[in-house]
């Protein structure tokens, strides 16, 4: 049983650019209900089918399993939910931490997000200089819900 911790911020400068290559990512949502989702994601050549759990604080339960590549095509393409994510992650090493920034594209064009990912709860990070506003307890920025309520489709000032 895996548990995942992790943090998100928004993007406030480019000067984390020169710092990695990215790889596109495809992922779509199968099933979303209570917080617990079914995500299948295309990264690369290699097809995953991810379960979470709901979260609790900045944490929680997520299974991640290698699928065969044209079973994540297929999932994609046939059974999960339009819109699909598609975005270009970059893994930046800073400190003891690895970072993923995802600089969205499709619905979501415009929005860059880097999270990282702990081992407790209560870890202490040091912000890379290119990280802004925290936003790990908005769900308008998890993955799941900008599947259902795509970036360009925010206002100031809304909320879901």
């Known amino acids: 049983?895996?548990?995942?911790?992790?943090?998100k911020f928004l993007v406030k400068n480019?000067?984390?650019?020169?710092?990695?290559?990215?790889t596109p990512y495809r992922q779509g949502y199968i099933a979303n209900s209570q917080g617990r989702t079914v995500r299948v994601?295309?990264?690369?050549?290699?097809?995953?089918?991810?379960?979470?759990?709901?979260s609790q604080g900045n944490s929680r339960f997520e299974?991640?399993?290698?699928?065969?590549l044209e079973d994540a095509q297929f999932m994609l393409n046939?059974?999960?939910?339009?819109?699909?994510?598609e975005k270009q992650r970059y893994k930046i090493q800073a400190g003891e931490l690895i970072w993923e920034v995802d600089e969205f594209?499709?619905?979501?064009?415009?929005?860059?997000?880097?999270?990282?990912?702990?081992?407790?709860?209560n870890q202490i990070v040091e912000l890379?200089?290119?990280?802004?506003?925290?936003?790990?307890?908005?769900?308008?920025y998890f993955n799941v819900n900008l599947s259902t309520y795509p970036y360009s489709q925010w206002t100031e000032g809304n909320s879901m």
């Open 1 to 7: 049983m895996s548990i995942e911790i992790e943090r």
């Open 14 to 22: 480019q000067a984390w650019r020169s710092l990695a290559v990215g």
């Open 41 to 54: 994601r295309q990264v690369g050549n290699q097809g995953y089918l991810t379960i979470k759990g709901p």
């Open 63 to 68: 299974f991640e399993y290698p699928i065969p």
């Open 78 to 85: 046939n059974l999960c939910n339009p819109p699909l994510i």
């Open 105 to 121: 594209f499709g619905e979501n064009q415009g929005l860059i997000v880097a999270e990282v990912e702990l081992t407790e709860e």
């Open 128 to 140: 890379p200089e290119w990280i802004g506003q925290e936003v790990s307890d908005d769900p308008r």
